[in-house]
């Protein structure tokens, strides 16, 4: 099953900060032994994500994109973690792709924090541009 986009970041606790690190540390075992282990792999990409460790989940979104190329929301988390680590021209690319194949959370799109770098950037203009085509189209 595949996990929706990237989880909106919030203030953690010193627990929780643990908690995701145990976590972390319990899941590259995981992926260590089984590198293909879609699932494993987009937990871990979400919790390198929410430590902030935005080039870690963006090597994590690039692997599950080898694994799934035809997958609109793993292409859309790759374009997430492309904002997040300022690689707006590709963040664009690849979100447009992810649009291509499929994706459809538009709201969602819309105020996700990690695409917040890209939303000044000109591709992003075009991207809404598409979106209210495909909007039009659906009715």
């Given at each position: 099953?595949?996990?929706?986009?990237?989880?909106?970041?919030k203030?953690?606790?010193r627990?929780?900060l643990?908690?995701?690190d145990q976590?972390?540390?319990?899941?590259?075992?995981?992926?260590?032994?089984?590198e293909?282990?879609?699932e494993?792999?987009q937990?871990?990409?979400d919790?390198?994500?929410?430590?902030?460790r935005?080039a870690d989940?963006l090597?994590?979104?690039q692997?599950?994109?080898?694994l799934?190329?035809?997958s609109?929301?793993?292409?859309y988390?790759?374009?997430?973690?492309?904002?997040?680590?300022?690689?707006?021209?590709?963040a664009v690319?690849t979100?447009e792709k992810?649009?291509s194949?499929g994706?459809r959370d538009?709201?969602?799109?819309s105020?996700d924090?990690d695409?917040?770098?890209l939303?000044?950037?000109?591709?992003?203009?075009?991207i809404?541009?598409?979106?209210?085509?495909i909007?039009?189209k659906a009715?």
């Open positions: 099953m595949l996990k929706k986009p990237h989880a909106p970041r203030k953690a606790t627990l929780e643990r908690n995701l976590e972390i540390l319990f899941l590259e075992g995981l992926v260590r032994r089984d293909s282990y879609v494993a792999l937990v871990l990409g919790d390198y994500t929410r430590r902030g935005f989940g090597k994590i979104d692997r599950l994109c080898k799934r190329p035809d609109a929301l793993i292409h988390n790759l374009a997430c973690s492309y904002s997040l680590t300022r690689q707006l021209d590709l690319e979100l992810s649009l194949l994706y538009f709201r969602w799109m105020q924090p695409l917040e770098n939303r000044e950037h000109p591709g992003y203009k075009r809404q541009a598409k979106v209210r085509l909007q039009v009715r």
